[in-house]
């Protein structure tokens, strides 16, 4: 099977977005990277097809007048240059969740994908999480301190909270 350039720009934006929750346990480079990537390739798929009008709905509207709203903000009420870099630095949240329904739209099967990364992440999160527990050691020979559980996330003890903020999006 030979892989063009179109197919290309359809199937790596997916497979990002479907391994979002992979790399949200590995930290926030990865899963910061995956957002910008699939914000790129969406513009640059939306200037391929010059289909703007994809553009053109309640959520880009709402988003560009909350967006202008956080510009304003950094400008006018904290008078300093630097607030303005944290807020720009939102406008790639807006074009990802875009990217994100535009690829849902080319490629459906992204929703059974993300299903499949899900159960395999808690699988493994909840197993090493057990594991830890009752060995006081889990895969990576990570020790328990103080009876506390991290699994996989090392000395940062934010595998409860993991779970309990990504399982409802599993779960839908």
């Known amino acids: 099977m030979q892989i063009t350039k179109e197919k290309f720009l359809i199937f790596f ?6 391994l979002i929750p992979l790399f949200l346990i590995t930290g926030p480079f990865l899963s910061d990277l995956c957002v910008l990537l699939v914000g790129i390739i ?3 798929n939306l200037y391929i097809e010059k289909n703007f009008a994809f553009l053109k709905n309640k959520f880009f509207f709402i ?5 202008i709203y956080l510009l304003f903000n950094s ?8 607030n303005l870099r ?7 949240f807006g074009i990802f969740f875009m990217g994100v329904f535009y690829f849902l739209e080319k490629k459906p099967e992204i929703i059974q994908w993300l299903f499949f990364v899900f159960l395999f992440c808690f699988s493994i999160l909840i197993i090493d999480g057990f594991l830890q527990y009752f060995i006081k050691t889990n895969f990576l020979n990570a020790p328990t301190m103080d009876g506390r559980i ?21 779960l839908g």
Do not use: C, N, Q
């Open 42 to 44: 969406f513009i640059i």
């Open 63 to 67: 988003f560009i007048i909350f967006f």
């Open 150 to 170: 991290s699994s996989l996330f090392g000395s940062e003890y934010i595998m409860g909270s993991y779970l309990s903020r990504v399982f409802p999006i599993f």
């Open 75 to 82: 400008v006018v009420k904290y008078y300093d240059i630097h």
């Open 86 to 92: 944290t807020s720009i630095g939102y406008l790639r």
């Open 13 to 18: 934006p997916s497979a990002l977005i479907a």
